[in-house]
T-cell receptor, first 118, second 112 residues
Framework: NAGVTQTPKFRVLKTGQSMTLLCAQDMNHEYMYWYRQDPGMGLRLIHYSVGEGTTAKGEVPDGYNVSRLKKQNFLLGLESAAPSQTSVYFC?????????????????FGEGSRLTVL | RKEVEQDPGPFNVPEGATVAFNCTYSNSASQSFFWYRQDCRKEPKLLMSVYSSGNEDGRFTAQLNRASQYISLLIRDSKLSDSATYLCVVTQLSGGSYIPTFGRGTSLIVHP
């Protein structure tokens, strides 16, 4: 029972290089999210998607792009990495949140991807 | 001002103690509320949802006060294994969808 899988788990980049983080979920969830976590800052939302083919900006979208071509996959791209993008990246997914209590909309997280930009 | 605020702590308590955390949110239209637990260098995991009537799960009690816009988490009879960071999560309407927003977390250290 895989849940949410992120690849790669670790990566070191040089400034200016590009890379893509892959998130895959097998729970048929509609919503998917990319967060970054830095010391003392908590989790901040980069981009999210409410369904296949849709994406939207979160709190800190600059320097990142995303795509959701398939419902189960959510890709996070860094076109030109900067040291400020050194962070731990978490992908999460959830079922459709229905207004009102009773539907928890629980977030399921991947194990995280640790990215260092030199 | 961050939309979801928590005291970062750390809260340093002995085993068996009772400890309480609060979390305030700024958007009165917030829909759902949760407490997540995050262990060091691990992903967050759901601890419990928070309902208007209050809810309890073993040693953990969560409450919501919509009028004052805060949620709380009470841990009774603390265990060493409760040491972790506790994240407050509030879902808010954004662009027609309810999106989770995290607080920065409250660190709990339970010592022998």
């Amino acid at each position: 029972n895989a849940g949410v899988t992120q690849t790669p788990k670790f990566r070191v980049l040089k400034t200016g290089q590009s890379m893509t983080l892959l998130c895959a979920q097998d729970m048929n969830h509609e919503y998917m999210y990319w967060y970054r976590q830095d010391p003392g800052m908590g989790l901040r939302l980069i981009h999210y998607s409410v369904g296949e083919g849709t994406t939207a900006k979160g709190e800190v979208p600059d320097g990142y792009n995303v795509s959701r071509l398939k419902k189960q996959n959510f890709l996070l791209g860094l076109e030109s990495a900067a040291p400020s993008q050194t962070s731990v990246y978490f992908c999460a997914s959830s079922s459709l949140l229905i207004q009102g209590e009773g539907n928890t909309g629980e977030l399921f997280f991947g194990e995280g991807s640790r990215l260092t930009v030199l | 001002r961050k939309e979801v605020e928590q005291d970062p702590g750390p809260f340093n308590v002995p085993e068996g103690a009772t400890v309480a955390f609060n979390c305030t949110y700024s958007n009165s239209a917030s829909q759902s509320f949760f407490w997540y637990r995050q262990d060091c260098r691990k992903e967050p995991k759901l601890l419990m949802s928070v309902y208007s009537s209050g809810n309890e799960d073993g040693r953990f009690t969560a409450q919501l006060n919509r009028a004052s816009q805060y949620i709380s988490l009470l841990i009774r009879d603390s265990k060493l294994s409760d040491s972790a960071t506790y994240l407050c999560v509030v879902t808010q309407l954004s662009g027609g969808s309810y999106i989770p927003t995290f607080g920065r977390g409250t660190s709990l250290i339970v010592h022998p």
